[in-house]
């Protein structure tokens, strides 16, 4: 999704620079790229089975969570990003990632200039804290979760759990970025936090036709989708071929760029590969192998498939898929039903959501069996309603006054034409926690209510004891004078 608003930009005639761990090469004018890969460490593309086992799910995916943090090593290490600090290039927005790479918005304090922080995934519960986002854990669930709406009482428990837990676990990790940020940017280096408070617009990869309708603040835009090209390109000979000869249709099968499909357990793959031979459809599953053991005729392997044209394929009947954002996203707005297989990350929170829409449902990985995968393919397949829902998501994903890519290029122009657009930012942003909750208002008004109560008790109360010894006196003097007068005679 950042490469798509680059080049967007880049398209709209901004002079543009990259500073990339995934250089691309691109051949387009104003666009310039610096290569980091060379700073840091990136991940391999991973087994499938071992990021299960380091992915509990749901509150313990929380708490076992771990923030990537850039070193200061890999930092003063990396000559570009160095140079970047004491550059004389006069820029006029900084575009920076906002999970993971949260130390990078010092560049922003650093270049003096305002600064769009960009998500690819639904707003955190730290970042809805920063932007003074209404986050109520009654009904804002959080996507490192196990649903997608609050519903049950349980479920809003553990959710407010996990937003308890979520905001200590980030103010943490920004006391860690604040110890190193003297030894780069210097000793004046403000705070983290202060630099939050600067922050002018976030883009986040997220739209309410799919993830649920949440109250937002006007420098919070929704660009969900914005990695989906508008013009289809013409599929591969092969593959074209492949899909159009098949009279009932394809199933796409792709476990995405980072984990690789040929790392199942063998156990797990021949549960896949006994249900594709019993549907009559074609399968393109995307395989890292040369060879696929046991593959049967109806199945075409590859190493790379054009995933976004494949879904936009009318013949494609059913995406099977590990729930990631980017791809779920291609299917919604497709239209195209979805077997998902969550394994980390946001990934059951997204399937989640596509059951919560009717368009799709989610494969437990521990209960992938043979039995299991083909009742769920055949009933994905062979029941209209899921179709019928996938297409009406669809429409209402479409359905905007704008591209997801005009709209973030139009928002980050507006915060450049109004010099960080700082009257976008809700006040509830700068506010304490206490004052945001109205916690010392409500403080001020018990006070003020169990003041007012004791006053009229002990005002009441001295009243009516005024009363009673005015008329308790009263008599006791008159009895005592009918006495006094008795004992005279």
Known sequence: MFDSLMRGLSNKGHNVTVYNTFPKDYEIQNYHEV????????????????????????????LSFVHYLPTHREITSCQPLMDLINTTTKYDVLITEIFHNDFFLLYGWKLEIPVVAIHS?????????????????????????????????????????????????YDQWRDTYDEMAPRIFGPKVPSLLDVERNISLMLINSHFA??????????????????????????????????????????????????????????????????????????LWKWEGDVLPGKSDNIMISKWMPQRDILAHPNVKLFISHGGLLGTSEAVYEGVPVLGIPIFGDQRTNIKSLEANGAGELLDYNEISKEVVLEKIQRLLNDPKYKENAKLLSDRYRDRPMSPL????????????????????????????????????????????????????????????????????????????????????
């Open 406 to 489: 005009d709209t973030a290029v139009y928002w980050t122009e507006y915060v450049i034409r109004h010099k960080g657009a700082p009257h976008l930012r809700t006040a509830a942003a700068d506010m304490p926690w206490y004052q945001y909750l109205l916690l010392d208002v409500i403080a001020f008004i018990v006070a003020v209510l169990v003041a007012g109560l004791l006053i009229i008790y002990y005002t009441t109360k001295f009243i009516l004891r005024a009363i009673y010894g005015l008329i308790c006196g009263g008599g006791a003097k008159k009895g005592s004078s009918k006495s006094d007068k008795k004992k005279r005679n």
């Open 35 to 62: 290569d980091i890969s060379h700073c840091f460490s990136l991940p391999n593309r991973l087994r499938i089975d071992k990021i299960v086992e380091m992915s509990p799910g749901g509150f313990a995916n929380v």
């Open 210 to 283: 799919f993830k649920g309708s949440r109250p937002m603040v006007p420098n919070v835009v929704e660009v969900g989708g914005i990695n989906i090209e508008q013009d289809n390109i013409a599929l591969p000979k092969n593959i074209e071929k492949f899909i159009n000869e098949s009279k009932h249709g394809v199933v796409y099968f792709c476990m995405g760029s980072l984990l690789r499909g040929e790392t199942f357990p063998p156990e797990k793959r021949e549960a896949f590969l006994y249900a594709f031979s019993k549907i009559p459809q074609r399968v």
């Open 121 to 169: 995934g639904n707003a955190y519960y730290w970042h809805a804290v920063m932007m003074g986002l209404p986050c109520n854990p009654a009904y804002y669930p959080n996507d490192q979760g196990d649903f997608a709406t609050n519903v049950e009482f349980l479920q809003r428990v553990e959710n407010s759990l996990l937003y308890v837990v979520s905001i200590f676990m």
